[in-house]
């Protein structure tokens, strides 16, 4: 089988699995693969993931222009050629809508804290790529601001961006990304995250050369602050010589209410208060 025949047959499977797994609905996501120096192989615009077939994929050059194809490609290949442009080593894309993790991206809150060892010493962090309108240049450019630094990106109100050398291996960063997120979520539902500390996330960071992980970027230092182009992975893990996990200080997960806020109650929660606030005064 050519190469170009496999590759075709490698994004038509990352499609479906992407679809299966609700990842995409409809005709959302898109992915692409470096053919060579000059060209890449894109999946169409219009078309559901789940049910692509090898002959749909069309051609471009770095540029975005079409080859070859009896269709367009993705409307998101500006953000595609961002990546390929800044990352001359990545051969593939993926861009799906995963929705615990796209959830985060709607709320503005990163997959930056250093909970799972896995992540941590395959991705890093996760930051959010601030929002962008969808097919413009816009969206490039804020996938730009954090690609050359992060494999994985949230990006704002949007969705999930995930890199690698290989298509394969772009996918299960995806996976990677959406299982962190539905953690992350459970475990601040139940309280909040325990943190591994700096120390543990420098020696899981040592453990990337031993496993042949590359690393994009280096941990960026804690008081590093963000330039034009980021170069290193902000991570949330507090300095704890003395231990490995790290209990947040209370209330570090709370969120502030106005006064004006609404705050909801079930009927027998409401009772209690009222009840309760009947028992001070007797």
């Known amino acids: 089988m050519q190469v170009e025949e496999r590759l075709r047959a490698d994004i038509v499977e990352v499609g479906r699995r992407v679809y299966a797994r609700g990842f995409v609905a409809s005709n959302d996501g898109n992915i692409s693969v470096r053919l060579d120096d000059d060209r890449l192989l894109m999946t169409p615009t219009g078309v559901s993931k789940g049910f692509m077939t090898p002959d749909m994929m069309v051609t471009t050059d770095l540029a975005g222009r079409k080859l070859t194809g009896d269709r367009e490609a993705s409307s998101e290949i500006l953000m595609h050629l961002a990546v390929y442009e800044h990352r001359p080593e990545i051969n593939a894309v993926v861009h799906a809508h995963p929705p615990t993790a ?27 790529a601030d929002y962008g309108t ?8 804020a996938v730009r601001h954090y690609i050359s630094a992060h494999d994985g990106l ?29 953690i992350s979520l459970v475990a601040r539902q139940l309280g909040g995250e325990r943190v591994l500390s700096r120390e543990e996330v ?54 502030a209410l106005g006064l ?16 309760d606030a009947v028992n001070q005064f007797r």
Not at 107 to 127: H, K, M, N
Not at 134 to 141: I, Q, Y
């Open 202 to 255: 420098n020696r899981l960071q040592s453990l990337r050369d031993r496993y042949g992980i590359a690393a994009p970027a280096p941990l960026c230092p804690p008081d590093q602050e963000a330039g034009d182009e980021v170069s290193c992975q902000a991570v949330d893990a507090p300095s704890s010589p003395d231990a490995r996990l790290v209990t947040p200080a209370p209330g570090s997960n709370a969120v």
């Open 102 to 128: 796209t959830g985060f991206a709607v709320a503005g809150i990163p997959l930056d804290r250093a909970v799972l060892a896995e992540v941590v010493t395959t991705l890093g962090s996760i930051p959010i």
């Open 154 to 182: 949230l990006l704002a109100n949007h969705g999930a961006l995930t890199v690698a050398q290989e298509l394969f291996a772009a996918y299960y960063k995806m996976e990677t990304v959406e299982h962190f997120a539905r």
């Open 134 to 141: 969808p097919s413009t240049a816009e969206l490039a450019e």
């Open 260 to 275: 004006d806020d609404e705050v909801r109650l079930t009927y027998r929660e409401l009772t209690a208060l009222i009840a």
